[in-house]
């Protein structure tokens, strides 16, 4: 795939964030500052606090899902003793680790959750426009494999990661002015721009492909 790769100054980019994570109190200016006053209750919703708990417990059912997928596959492969009480009883226990799986019901609305909140899609617009005005001027076009990517907040669930989890419901669930923008801008996730290295000052944004020429 192809993403645009721009080297951006640091500090700036951090400043921006902070700039506008003190505007919690005051949600018009904010969504003036965003370019999105005709979104203007999201921005207020975003502004408000939650609780972001769900996402241990969303976590924590994955895990198990996970789990009983294990000992399906474990005793299809013939690596359990069930199989030295027979076929049967052996069929009788996958049919039983896969009715609890069922019951699971669909995993994927746990990070449809995660990315349908309000804060999650206002700190990503504040991400955005944060890495956006620090931008060097040099941004170039770049052909990456995108299994190289990083998506910390996909990768907390795709790992079961509790104890990122944990870090980022602490920065969730404080008051807007109070968010690490350090934190927000290395470890979350823009709708625009993928990866913030601080310490290499470049960032990757989704982009379309660029047309070749004949």
């Not at 690490?180 to 913030?196: A, P, Q, V, W, Y």
Request: hydrophobic share 40%; aromatic share 10%; glycine share 6%.
């Amino acid at each position: 795939m192809y993403i645009i790769s721009a080297s951006f100054d640091p500090e700036l980019a951090c400043m921006k964030a902070g700039e506008l994570l003190a505007l919690g109190d005051a949600p018009e200016r904010l969504a003036e500052r965003l370019g999105i006053t005709r979104d203007l209750d999201a921005v207020k919703l975003g502004v408000v606090q939650a609780s972001y708990s769900r996402l241990i417990v969303d976590l924590t059912r994955i895990k198990q899902y996970v789990d009983i997928e294990k000992q399906i596959e474990d005793i299809q492969s013939g690596k359990t003793m069930l199989g030295f009480l027979g076929s049967g009883y052996k069929e009788k226990q996958i049919a039983k680790l896969k009715e609890q799986l069922r019951k699971f019901g669909a995993l994927i609305e746990a990070p449809r959750w995660f990315y349908s909140q309000p804060r999650v899609r206002l700190l990503s617009a504040i991400r955005d426009y944060a890495l956006d005005g620090s931008q060097q001027g040099d941004a170039a076009w770049k052909e990456v494999d995108e299994r190289s990517l990083i998506f910390p907040v996909a990768e907390m669930y795709e790992n079961m990661d509790q104890v990122f989890a944990e870090k980022l419901i602490k920065e969730l669930e404080k008051p807007l002015k109070d968010v690490d923008g350090k934190f927000l801008l290395e470890k979350f996730e823009g709708n625009r721009s993928i990866t913030f290295d601080f310490n290499a000052g470049t960032a990757t944004y989704y982009a379309p492909a660029p047309a070749h020429s004949e």
